[in-house]
């Protein structure tokens, strides 16, 4: 990344590419781009690809930082409202991801009292305001899914009917593989392994997914709550090899082990 980021350095210096603010008419084509990039920004600080910690603190607070400043100079862009409902919503969880010894802690064993209370109600009303005022996009209906794991007081009593319903309309509005992937394990939630698995299974074609550990940690999890031990700790191993994040290897390494007792 540094290099590219050097090279397009270069490439602007060499071009005697003038840096202004672009005129009033032209921020609405270039907004999706920034959108994107301070999403992806915040989706590489979540979860880190590779290295010992699970998620990098710079990454997330820089993109915070940016989801804030945009939606402070555009107030009325409603997907820059989203995108900040978004960031604010999942980051607030942050704390409850790891346990005390450094471990991964999933989202149904996370603490919720650890949850920052303060950036979720502020990301409930955000994401509030851009569906009350037609917003539809990608990052308002992954703020509403979101939401509904926020407003969950247990695990067990999230709705997960209300989120499959949501990831129906994210995966019209954004029909990318991991969008399907999660829709798949809602379903599977919501509706039961059985058909979360064959869900899966039907997305194990998909190239983009061929090399993505979560895709098999998915369907080690749904063959592991129906009980298919064996199958179950054959997935975990598969998603194992595909992961080089230290803390998600001893995670599974973990469950690994646990389909042996």
Same mark, same amino acid.
């Given at each position: %990344?540094?290099?590219?980021?050097t090279?397009?350095? #270069?490439? =602007?210096?060499?071009a005697?590419?003038? *840096? #202004?603010?672009?005129?009033?008419?032209?921020?609405?084509?270039r907004?999706?781009?920034?959108?994107?990039?301070?999403?992806?920004?915040?989706?590489?600080?979540?979860?880190?690809?590779?290295?010992?910690?699970?998620?990098?603190?710079?990454?997330?607070?820089?993109?915070?930082?940016?989801?804030?400043?945009?939606?402070?100079?555009?107030?009325?862009?409603?997907?820059?409202?989203?995108l &900040?409902a978004?960031?604010?919503?999942?980051?607030?969880?942050?704390?409850?991801?790891?346990?005390?010894?450094?471990?991964?802690? @999933?989202?149904?064993?996370?603490d #919720?009292?650890r949850?920052?209370?303060?950036?979720?109600?502020?990301?409930?009303?955000?994401?509030?305001?851009? &569906?009350?005022?037609?917003?539809?996009?990608r *990052?308002?209906?992954?703020?509403?899914?979101?939401?509904?794991?926020?407003?969950?007081?247990?695990?067990?009593l999230?709705?997960w009917?209300? =989120?499959?319903?949501?990831?129906?309309?994210?995966?019209?509005?954004?029909?990318?593989?991991?969008?399907?992937?999660? #829709?798949?394990?809602?379903?599977?939630?919501?509706?039961?392994?059985? =058909?979360?698995?064959e869900?899966?299974?039907? @997305?194990s074609?998909?190239?983009?997914?061929?090399?993505?550990?979560?895709?098999?940690?998915?369907?080690?999890?749904?063959?592991?709550?129906?009980?298919? @031990?064996?199958?179950?700790?054959?997935? *975990?191993?598969?998603?194992l090899?595909?992961?080089?994040?230290?803390?998600?290897?001893? *995670?599974?390494?973990?469950? =690994?082990?646990?389909? %042996?007792?």
């Open positions: %990344m540094a290099a590219r980021l090279r397009a350095k #270069r490439k =602007i210096a060499d005697h590419i003038p *840096f #202004r603010v672009p005129p009033q008419e032209q921020l609405p084509e907004l999706e781009s920034v959108l994107t990039v301070i999403y992806l920004l915040f989706s590489s600080g979540h979860t880190a690809t590779v290295g010992d910690v699970l998620f990098r603190t710079d990454l997330l607070d820089r993109a915070l930082a940016l989801a804030e400043l945009l939606h402070e100079l555009l107030p009325e862009e409603l997907h820059a409202t989203a &900040l978004l960031v604010l919503l999942t980051d607030a969880r942050r704390e409850a991801r790891l346990g005390a010894r450094g471990e991964l802690i @999933l989202l149904e064993d996370q #919720r009292d949850w920052d209370r303060e950036m979720i109600d502020r990301g409930r009303a955000l994401v509030r305001e851009a &569906l009350e005022s037609g917003c539809h996009g *990052f308002a209906l992954m703020a509403a899914i979101a939401a509904v794991h926020a407003e969950a007081p247990t695990w067990e999230t709705d009917a209300e =989120i499959l319903g949501l990831y129906d309309l994210l995966a019209r509005a954004w029909p990318s593989p991991i969008v399907l992937l999660n #829709r798949a394990v809602a379903r599977g939630l919501a509706e039961g392994p059985e =058909i979360g698995l869900a899966l299974d039907a @997305l074609e998909e190239p983009t997914l061929a090399t993505y550990s979560y895709l098999a940690s998915a369907r080690a999890e749904m063959l592991r709550r129906m009980g298919r @031990l064996a199958e179950s700790r054959e997935a *975990f191993t598969e998603a090899m595909l992961t080089a994040n230290g803390v998600e290897r001893t *995670f599974l390494e973990g469950r =690994i082990a646990a389909t %042996m007792r």
